[in-house]
């Protein structure tokens, strides 16, 4: 019963409160993309999206081909988990430290952080060194991004305006983030 009880708490503490703490979770995902100069990777991206919020290109996804040699489908494996995971930081980071005003995010990150690791056994077959350094940097450069106090006015800008909006195509977003001197 206890584990049950753990379960569904773990589960609540990354679910969306409301409307506004989806639209800066959104909003983290984008900026997290833009760190990483991949919004060109983005299709469209949705605050009313009943499945992922970001909807990526064919570029981001791996079809496999024969003419494609081992090392590169795994360094594309590795850029593809380097972009969810910094969605993902992003999004939590958003939330508390912007939305609410510096709000601890350790109990969400570290929740987060065991979804990240069994992705990164599983899918990139990285060992618990290489995990932790992966983490260490995506939370490093995460929180370099959004621990920029100035950042935050165009944080509330671009979730005020996927409030307004619902959705927007990759190339919208690049501009909107582009007119907010986020990128």
């Known amino acids: 019963m206890k584990n049950k009880k753990n379960k569904k708490q773990s589960a ?10 989806r639209s800066y979770g959104l909003a983290g ?14 299709a469209y991206i949705s605050i009313d999206s009943e499945g992922p ?9 791996y079809g496999g081909s024969p003419s494609v040699s081992p090392k590169a489908a795994w360094r594309r494996m590795i850029d593809n988990y380097r972009l969810t995971s910094t969605l993902a930081v992003g ?27 069994l992705e990164g056994r599983e899918v990139c077959q990285l060992e618990e060194d290489e995990l932790d350094n ?7 450069r995460s ?3 959004f621990g920029n106090q100035r950042l935050y006015p165009a944080v509330q800008a671009l979730a005020d305006l996927l409030r307004k909006e619902r959705s927007l ?11 907010l001197r986020i990128i």
Do not use: C, K, W
């Not at 992966?134 to 490093?140: A, R, S, T």
């Open 169 to 179: 195509t990759g190339r919208a977003l690049a501009e909107e983030m582009h007119m």
């Open 53 to 61: 919020m970001v909807e990526f290109t064919g570029e981001y996804y």
């Open 134 to 140: 992966f983490i260490n940097n995506i939370v490093g």
């Open 12 to 21: 609540n503490i990354l679910a969306y409160r409301d409307e506004a703490d």
């Open 91 to 117: 999004n939590i980071l958003a939330r508390t430290l912007v939305q609410e005003g510096n709000n601890d995010p350790t109990d969400m990150l570290n929740e987060l952080f065991e979804t990240i690791r």
């Open 29 to 42: 995902m984008s900026i997290g993309l833009a760190s990483l100069d991949a919004l060109d990777r983005v």
């Open 143 to 145: 929180h370099r991004v």
